[in-house]
């Protein structure tokens, strides 16, 4: 390729310099855009997630959680209730429909979570036996409300 100086540039040449400039433009300007297109779209798909995800967190049925703490003796079934709620909202953020509210946890106004789901041990809490004996699977001793753990929204083991 010849290096042409303003002296010696002829019309033909410079117009062809002018047709490459323009087309180098246009190439880098459909570059530009399609990669435009692609984060318009990796957003909107993000958008719709974000969405979808957020009307999961509003369907989550209301906790006994927005009434004020109550007395001392009373705040272990509180704070388990407050775990089973934050539960249900990070189960609703990873893609999970909610379960309705339990009726029982309704009629009683307590929040009850099995120690042995808060730890881990869903099989515990859905056996008939017990460390002390037999026992109710899944329901609060003294209410009967049902434990809110994901594990027993089916019916079945998690």
């Known amino acids: 390729m010849t290096r042409h100086t303003a002296d010696t540039i002829t019309d033909d040449a410079l117009d062809a310099l002018y047709e490459q400039l323009d087309a180098a433009e246009e190439?880098?300007?459909q570059q530009q855009l399609a990669t435009a297109r692609e984060a318009f779209a990796t957003a909107t798909t993000r958008a719709a997630r974000a969405e979808a995800a957020l009307a999961r967190v509003?369907?989550?049925?209301?906790?006994?959680?927005?009434?004020?703490?109550?007395?001392?003796?009373e705040q272990v079934g509180y704070v388990k209730g407050w775990m089973a709620a934050s539960a249900a909202y990070l189960a609703a953020l990873d893609g999970e429909q909610p379960a309705p509210a339990p009726a029982a946890t309704d009629a009683t106004g307590h929040t009850y979570l099995s120690t042995g789901c808060l730890h881990g041990h869903h099989d515990y809490c859905q056996n008939h036996t017990g460390k002390s004996g037999s026992k109710t699977p899944a329901q609060c001793k003294f209410c009967a409300a049902p434990c809110t753990c994901h594990c027993h929204q089916d019916g079945g083991q998690p």
């Open 27 to 29: 190439s880098e300007a």
């Open 58 to 73: 509003r369907a989550v049925p209301d906790h006994p959680l927005t009434q004020p703490a109550p007395p001392d003796h």
